[in-house]
């Protein structure tokens, strides 16, 4: 597209403005070709018409789109022209307060006048190692570039800082040494950098000076060449000085000072060491009070001289030479105040007592009469004769100012000369690095020599600089393989012939001021003879005592006057004789005669590009004319042979206002820098250069989807921009890089914003649309319903009459009416319902009622038979009392009565003899019966005491047995509620177990079903358990022969593997590509050995939990901790799950102990108790006996009786009472009856709690007896797990058998496999170590399920957690656990901190024989060893994580086993007893704890550098959020030094990768989880801190995007924290001040809310970075807002009162204290075993 179709309607234009240099405008109408006017809008809204000529169209530049402006590079504007430049360089400087810009090759350095913090030690690191481009612009990054070509390339380099006075050039170059210095240290004591920063003080205090431009102005050139040997680090200096400004001396305009040396000498005149010099204040002397300004606002002249002299010493110059140098000085102050008188017309004289000239010829030993008259005088020789003349005043004058400059030219030079030897170092140098800190191009309104000389030198640096660009552009051209066409640039070689060619100017000077009557009129008369000419040499209109020459930059007009005085730079030969002969040595070796020859300068010897122009004669050689064409000569020699960089330094204002910006000031030095050149150079070609990947992210909104579809994407770039842009010419395809020419950029910006504001008009159509159609619609909605009721109200209104008003109050009536009726139905409804409700609900609260008081009803009348049951009872009770009492008493009155009756019958007998001697017998039998009767109721009355006796002890017994009962009723239920918490425990446990091992899921739930089935089988059968336990034990011998089948397998391979090496040993050549299978054979067995190592740990973890399980609540804790193993935490071999099934059949030993004793304690229970109960049936069944018998005796008494009562029936009383005997006879009996009956149930109820109890008992010993049964299950489950590695293991052999069998070449690798076959050895004697202890623990359970107890366990032996070892083994030891451990072993691995373990065992041995010697002697061996090693290998980060864990882990290990009790809390009883017990390691803790520290930081800094290639690009550059690109193409054209092949493309996945790998290595090494978190949270403190670093110094990432990206780029890190679960490392936190700079760059910055809430939650940042921020915004898009000045100026003042850092970067050196807690080891030492593969069979276990 044609360059005159881009002035359409709304695209903006420059136009010439007398004020702002441009102003901009809009065109109002499309311009078309033949049109005589351009009509435009100004930015005020006025109308202009800027006219255009028809036939040749000069149309204003056009203006870049806003996107383009603030770039880093002008070159990367679309329009390329001198408004743009401007603009874009106060964009910048004034809004976005960037004082550094690249204009292709060129840094432009505005001055802000300002001190700004871009240069501390933080920015100069920041910028070590970046590619020129890659961050903002910046003198360091210039500095960067010349320092990294110059060890790339081998080449010297040369940074080139120009510019006017006042521009910054000092202390650009400055800064640029000042980096040089940080970045390369040299490694000698003498600290050259140091010294090469101190020269800057001296050479600014003797050649700088106040003037009105700058208060600290260089008054001379300089080239200072900083030295490099072949490490790139500084070893010397030396500089070039070009064209002192010597007038200066003796001259100084208004409002400007003298050198600064003058001042800072008279401001300590009152030191002692200055009294000799009789100084007086700087306004007495002329030299210095001239300009009339002797101070300089905010200078403290004394603190200035303090700091030179300082400077003098640093740099070795002694105080003699500072002394001299005073008297130098102060006598060239007093030479100025020496009064010369007029004598005369022609004459002058001194007055001999001048007291400043007596002080000067005694400070300066020289004769005050010969100064004198030399300085009157003037001595001609003439062919005959000499004559001396005397001199005019103002002759004389010139003579002393003559005397003053060369003095102080010579002392200058000396002073700089030794400086140089100062520098010198012997070593030799291999590369060097200039800077060039030169005057600019400079037009006042009287230029003379100095300004002519000036602008001389720039037209050979711009000559120069010319042919560099046209060099470099050359180059990109061939590069991109783009066809070269010969660009037209600006060659200013003619000027330069006009200046130094034969006949030329300074030729002319120098012959002219061969005459003695020479002027300057005459020299200028010459000049317009030979020069007028040349279209580039002018005659002046106005002024016939100037010429005017047409520089590169401007016309310059110089005034002819004093130009052959300055020339001379005369001295007569008088006054140099008489300087000669003075007595102050270092005066007089100044004007010694010396040999001129350029090898005087210690410049390195270089290839010039083309001859210099030499000189017509001998004689020129001594003008300053022809001195300065030599050294600029030379200089260009040296320029032409190193690569250049340029540092174009800008003056923004004259006033030395902060941040002001006058466009007219700053253009013109823009032109006459040459930046205005390389832009016109870059225009002419094709200036915009974009990569196919940025113009793809950039354009592909203008791509149709058949393009976008392409996978090559340079074809697409290609397709797009052919249809685009029709003009071919208009753009050219390179391999990398598409050019346009210039405006295509804008239009193409043009188009995107087009398509953009179209589908930003059709979104908002859409959206208004629906908006207006949701509105009409609420409308028409409220219209409707309006109008409903509008006419509703007409029609009532019309429809209103009296008929109408009758029908509707009769209406009214019959509704009210008709309403009340059917309130009146719902009411009767209503009242209806609610009765029927209310009774049914009273009869439910009456029925309830009523049952209730039948309960109490029933209650009361079981009350009542109860209590009358109890009554009766009582009643009988007394009844049978009272009974008893009447029994005996009757008997008492039945033998009374009876006595009285033998007294009546013995009358009777008498009388009746007959009768009695008949019944003797019977009364004999009655009396016999009487005492059987007393006998049996004494008995009677015995055996009712007994039977209350054995009531009391029946009651005693059951109540006894009733406690029992309760008691184990509490027990059973005691163990009850333990037995459901146990089973719910276990079940809880188990389904944990199921959620954590998800590939056992299924066999737990098989084994959960087996376990119920073999419950409810062996509650039913208990005899089935034994034949179960019979069949596991047969299987469990099958599993032993196949484990002894699968071991002679085993060896088989074995034997097989050891034939095949033997045989590739002898016929096999090595492959080296085979080490690659094997690696991958190596990688499968540690992820075997890691599989194995997970397994055996979930296995522990379940074998600990049942038995926790299983003895939980049962054994006391300590029979817990001694069941669980003192490693049970590090368990990754066979033999650990051996001892941890070992610790499961003990836990089952104890629980059937304990079983077997409850159940033994039940049984005794139950023993007494039916002991009890015999001792209580035996009483019973005494009873009835006894009872029988008197039942007998009763009978025979009864029968008696009965025959008594037969034969004789004159004694009824006597049948009365035995019938009432048998009455109570038969009561007792049943009475009796009645309580053996009750004691009989309750026996009964007694053994049926105790059966229920044993039942309970037995099922409790079922399920106890199930559990071993599921432990006998998980044994298996184990077994099995085993031989699954076994397999594994054994196919992995099998494999690895197979791969060495495929290859036929493997002599290099026979070491490794023999290796690997000892290590599969050790791994087999695992196995039978193994298989043994299956063998014993098979045999154990064989014996325990046989003989249902537990069997004595074998005595192991008694290790005591000691390796003793011998005096000369210490080396071998040393040698082989530390020097040449690899930390990537397999067992190394298995047991983390295995070489702490057993450097510990062997310190305790040590210890153990109370030997200090070999004590010290270890300690200090294994200290320097693994200094030694960490010294060796300080790049190897997986060596540092093994070190740093068993540094830490042996520092742990002399803490817990010192003996103190703060480290043995947490130790078991064991451990207590094994600790140290003869010496004191505290200081070697100590030492070792220095070490790990310093370990530490050296794995911090491996890891950081490990992370520093992709922390910026990972966290900033990648594009993280697909979709959404936070990165405007900036086209800038790096330099082509600085190009390198594409490199890795870093993510944030790789920064999360790499911390992955960090983590998963430190882990392996078993680090403690504290030390992990601090080495994490320091990372993402680098992390932080770098990407914030960068975000400061990159403008292109400040954007709401890019803000985006990062926020989304640290969730990414968030995430990956909780996934290793280290929150608690509070490593996120030191990411804060990086997420508050990315929410800055996304949050609304318009408004004064915006700016308050800015300031609240920006906590994190300090004012200057967020200012930083704010001003280094930038907008992607159009659409997006740039952020004003007053909006920052009101964030700086929220900002004013908050404390904190005023540093613009974050420290990323800083690192955070690391501590080492204190972490004991559960590690049994005496369990700890030496593998043979660390060839340490030299230790011994003792």
Not at 181 to 209: F, H
Not at 397 to 422: E, G, M, S
Not at 1383 to 1403: E, S, T, W
Not at 1411 to 1429: F, H, P, Q, R, Y
Request: aromatic share 8%; hydrophobic share 35%; net charge neutral.
């Amino acid at each position: 597209m044609a360059l005159s179709e881009l002035y359409t309607e709304y695209n903006r234009v420059w136009i010439p403005d007398a004020e702002h240099v441009w102003k901009s405008a809009e065109i109002r109408r499309d311009f078309h070709t033949g049109d005589a006017v351009l009509e435009l809008c100004l930015e005020d809204g006025t109308e202009h018409h800027y006219p255009v000529d028809p036939s040749r169209p000069q149309l204003p530049p056009l203006r870049n789109p806003d996107i383009l402006v603030g770039e880093n590079d002008l070159t990367a504007l679309s329009y390329l022209h001198e408004p743009a430049v401007l603009h874009n360089l106060k964009v910048r400087f004034v809004e976005s307060r960037i004082i550094y810009t690249y204009c292709g090759i060129i840094l432009v350095a505005v001055n802000p006048y300002k001190q700004l913090h871009i240069y501390g030690d933080a920015i100069i690191h920041a910028y070590s190692g970046q590619n020129m481009g890659d961050m903002d612009p910046h003198i360091f990054a210039v500095a960067e570039e010349a320092y990294k070509q110059m060890a790339r390339n081998h080449k010297n380099q040369s940074i080139i800082v120009s510019g006017e006075s006042g521009a910054g050039k000092t202390v650009s170059a400055r800064y640029a040494m000042r980096y040089f210095a940080v970045v390369s240290k040299s490694g000698s004591k003498t600290r050259v950098e140091d010294k090469v920063l101190a020269s800057n003080p001296i050479t600014e205090a003797i050649g700088n000076a106040k003037t009105t431009r700058n208060d600290n102005s260089s008054r001379f050139g300089k080239y200072t060449e900083i030295s490099f040997d072949k490490r790139y680090r500084i070893i010397g200096a030396n500089m070039r000085t070009y064209l002192l400004e010597k007038s200066r001396v003796v001259f100084q305009a208004d409002n400007e000072r003298n050198y600064h040396i003058f001042y800072q000498m008279c401001s300590c005149a009152h030191l002692p060491e200055f009294k000799n010099l009789r100084l007086l204040s700087a306004d007495k002397f002329r030299y210095t009070c001239m300009g009339g300004e002797i101070t300089i606002e905010g200078v403290d002249d004394n603190k200035d001289m303090e700091e030179t002299r300082r400077t003098f010493s640093l740099l070795g110059l002694k105080e003699d030479f500072q002394s001299d140098v005073f008297k130098v000085l102060a006598a060239v102050l007093h030479l100025g105040n020496v009064e010369i008188r007029n004598s005369g017309s022609d004459r002058s004289s001194v007055p001999p007592s001048d007291p400043h000239l007596l002080v000067f010829c005694e400070l300066l030993g020289v004769s005050a009469d010969g100064l004198v008259r030399w300085l009157c005088h003037r001595r001609i020789v003439l062919v005959a004769e000499t004559v001396v003349k005397p001199v005019p005043k103002e002759r004389a004058v010139n003579a002393r100012d003559a005397l003053a400059k060369q003095i102080y030219a010579h002392l200058f030079d000396c002073i700089i000369n030794r400086i140089n030897r100062a520098l010198q170092v012997p070593a030799k140098q291999h590369a060097f690095i200039g800077v060039l800190d030169i005057y600019g191009f400079e037009t006042f309104d009287i230029n003379s020599f100095e300004q002519f000389c000036i602008n001389y030198a720039n037209e050979k640096l711009q000559q120069q600089f010319n042919l560099h660009v046209f060099k470099l552009e050359q180059e990109e051209y061939m590069r991109e393989d783009i066809p070269w066409t010969l660009i037209d640039f600006y060659d200013n070689q003619p000027v330069i012939d006009l200046i130094e060619a034969k006949m030329g100017i300074l030729d002319l000077l120098d012959e002219e001021c061969l005459f003695p009557q020479g002027t300057d009129q005459s020299w200028l008369q010459k000049l317009f003879t030979y020069l007028e000419p040349s279209p580039l040499f002018e005659k002046p209109r106005l002024s016939s005592e100037a010429f005017v020459i047409q520089h590169f930059a401007d016309k310059v007009e110089y005034q002819c006057r004093g130009f052959l005085e300055k020339n001379r730079d005369t001295l007569y030969e008088e006054v140099v004789d008489i300087m000669r002969d003075s007595k102050f040595p270092f005066l007089a070796n100044f004007f010694q005669e010396e040999e001129q020859s350029t090898a005087n300068s210690k410049g390195i010897k270089v290839r010039p590009a083309r001859p210099g122009v030499k000189p017509a004669n001998k004689q020129l050689r001594t003008s300053v004319g022809d001195k300065f064409c030599s050294s600029l000569s030379l200089l260009m020699e040296t320029l032409n042979a190193t690569t250049p960089h340029y540092v174009r330094c800008i003056k923004p204002n004259d006033e030395k206002l902060q941040f002001e910006y006058d466009s007219r000031r700053v253009v013109q030095q823009l032109r006459a820098c040459g930046v205005l050149e390389t832009i016109r150079i870059s225009a002419q070609s094709y200036p915009s250069r974009w990569t196919y990947i940025e113009f793809y992210s950039r354009y592909s909104i203008l791509m149709s989807h058949q393009e976008a579809d392409l996978s090559d994407k340079k074809q697409t770039c290609k397709n797009v921009l052919q249809r685009l842009i029709q003009d071919p010419n208009q753009y050219k395809f390179g391999r990398t890089k598409i050019f346009f020419r210039a405006g295509q950029v804008a239009y193409l910006e043009k188009l995107r914003l087009d398509r953009l504001r179209g589908a930003c008009v059709t979104i908002q159509k859409h959206v208004r649309g629906w908006s207006q159609r949701r509105k009409y619609l609420r409308m028409r909605e409220a219209a409707i319903i309006l109008q409903e009721y509008i006419r509703g109200k007409r029609t009532v209104r019309k429809t209103v009459s009296a008929a109408t008003l009758k029908l509707a109050w009769a209406s009214v009536v019959i509704q009210r009416h008709w309403r009340g009726y059917r309130m009146r139905q719902i009411y009767q409804v209503v009242h209806l319902a609610t009765t029927t409700i209310q009774a049914f609900t009273r009869g439910w609260m009456a029925r309830k009622q009523y049952k209730k008081m039948m309960e109490e009803q029933k209650a009361l009348v079981l009350q009542k038979y109860a209590r009358a049951w109890l009554a009766r009872r009582r009643f009988q009770t007394m009844r049978r009392l009272v009974l008893n009492v009447q029994l005996s008493y009757r008997v008492q009155q039945l033998r009374k009565k009876i006595d009285e009756q033998n007294k009546e019958n013995r009358g009777l007998m008498e009388r009746l003899t007959s009768v009695a001697n008949s019944h003797s017998q019977t009364v004999d039998r009655v009396q016999g019966l009487e005492a059987q009767l007393e006998k049996l109721t004494n008995q009677k009355i015995s055996l009712e005491a007994r039977e209350m006796k054995m009531k009391e002890d029946a009651s005693l017994t059951i109540a006894e047995l009733q406690k029992g009962t309760d008691a184990l009723k509490l027990e059973k239920q005691n163990l009850e509620r333990r037995f459901e918490a146990s089973t719910k425990e276990a079940k809880e446990s188990f389904d944990q177990i199921k959620r954590n091992l998800l590939e056992e899921k299924e066999n737990e739930a098989r084994l959960r079903k087996i376990a119920e089935n073999n419950m409810e089988i062996q509650i039913q059968d208990h005899e089935k358990e034994v034949e179960t336990l019979k069949e596991e034990i047969k299987k469990l011998k099958e599993e032993r022969v196949s484990l002894q089948r699968k071991l002679e397998e085993g060896g088989q391979v074995n034997s097989d593997l050891q034939d095949q090496v033997i045989q590739l040993t002898k016929h096999v050549k090595a492959i080296p590509e085979l080490r690659r299978d094997l690696n991958n054979l190596q990688n499968q067995r540690n992820n075997m050995d890691r599989k194995m190592k997970q397994q055996s740990e979930q296995a522990r973890a379940k074998m600990n939990d049942i038995t926790r399980q299983l003895l939980g609540g049962v054994v006391e804790e300590e029979v817990l901790l001694g069941l669980t193993p003192d490693n049970s935490e590090k368990i990754y071999e066979a033999e650990d799950l051996l001892e941890a099934f070992d610790g499961l059949q003990k836990a089952t030993r104890i629980l059937e102990n304990r079983q077997r004793e409850q159940k033994e304690s039940y049984e005794t229970q139950v023993e007494g108790l039916k002991l009890k109960v015999d001792h209580l049936q035996n009483e019973n069944s005494k009873l009835q006996n006894l009872f029988q018998e008197k039942s007998n005796v009763n009978e025979n008494i009864r029968q008696e009786v009965s025959r008594l009562s037969s034969e004789n029936s004159v004694i009824p009383e006597l049948q009365l009472q035995v019938s009432e005997l048998q009455r109570q006879k038969q009561e007792l009996e049943a009475h009796v009856e009645e309580q053996s009956r009750e004691l009989a149930e309750k026996t009964e109820e007694i053994t049926d709690v105790l059966q229920r109890k044993i039942t309970e008992e037995s099922s409790q010993r079922r399920h106890f007896e199930e559990k071993v049964e599921e432990l006998e299950e998980l044994k298996r489950e184990l077994l099995g797990q085993i031989e699954e590695l076994e397999e594994e293991t054994d196919h992995l052999k099998r494999q690895q058998l197979m791969e060495s069998e495929a290859k036929s070449k493997l002599r290099q690798e026979t070491s490794r496999l023999t290796a690997e076959n000892m290590d599969f050895e050790e791994q087999l004697d695992h196995k039978d170590r193994l298989i043994k202890k299956l063998q014993n623990q098979i045999k154990s359970l064989e014996a325990s399920q046989k003989a249902k107890q537990t069997p004595a366990p074998a005595i192991p032996k008694d290790y005591l957690g000691m390796l003793e070892y011998k005096r000369e083994d210490e080396p071998r030891l040393i040698q082989n656990i530390i020097l040449d451990l690899k930390p990537r072993g397999v067992v190394v691995n298995m047991i983390p901190g295995l070489p702490a373990y057993i450097l510990f065992m062997c310190i305790r041995h040590a210890d153990f024989l109370n030997d200090e010697t070999k004590l010290k002697s270890i300690m200090n061996a294994i200290i320097g060893a693994v200094k030694k090693v960490i010294t060796s290998h300080h790049k190897d980060f997986e060596l540092l994580s093994f070190w740093l864990s068993n540094a830490y882990q042996l520092l742990n290990c002399l803490k817990q086993y010192s003996g103190e009790e703060e480290f043995m809390k947490q130790s078991t009883p064991r451990q207590k007893k094994n600790c140290l017990q003869n010496f004191d390691l505290s200081e070697h803790r100590q030492i070792l704890s220095d070490l790990a520290i310093h370990i530490y930081h050296q794995l911090i800094t491996v890891m950081e550098k490990s992370l520093a290639p992709a922390t910026v690009p990972g966290m900033l550059e990648h594009e993280s959020l697909q979709g959404i690109s936070s990165m405007k193409p900036t086209g800038f054209r790096k330099r082509s030094n600085s190009t390198y092949e594409d490199s890795e493309t870093h993510t944030i996945s790789s920064i999360i990768q790499q911390l992955s790998v960090f983590h998963s290595t430190m882990s392996q090494h078993g680090m403690e989880q504290g030390l992990i978190r601090q080495a994490v949270k320091q990372l993402f403190f680098i992390v932080g801190a770098t990407t914030l670093n960068s975000i400061m110094l990159r403008k292109d990432m400040c954007s709401c995007r890019k803000g985006m990206q990062i926020r989304c780029n640290i969730s990414y890190l968030e995430e990956w924290l909780k996934e290793k679960e280290l929150q608690s490392s509070n490593a996120i936190d030191t990411l804060r001040p990086l997420s508050q700079a990315a929410w800055l760059l996304q949050v609304n910055k318009s408004t004064d809310d915006d700016a308050k809430e800015i300031t609240e939650k920006c906590t994190e940042l300090n004012p200057v970075q967020i200012v930083k921020i704010l001003n280094s915004y930038t907008p992607i898009d159009d659409f997006e807002k740039r952020v004003t000045s007053s909006f920052v100026r009101k964030v700086q003042s929220l900002l004013q009162d908050r404390d904190g850092s005023t540093q613009l970067m974050l420290d990323s050196d800083y690192r955070f204290q690391v501590t080492f807690p204190f972490c004991p080891s559960s590690q049994a030492l005496e369990l700890l075993q030496v593998p043979s593969s660390l060839h340490l069979g030299f230790l011994t276990r003792i």
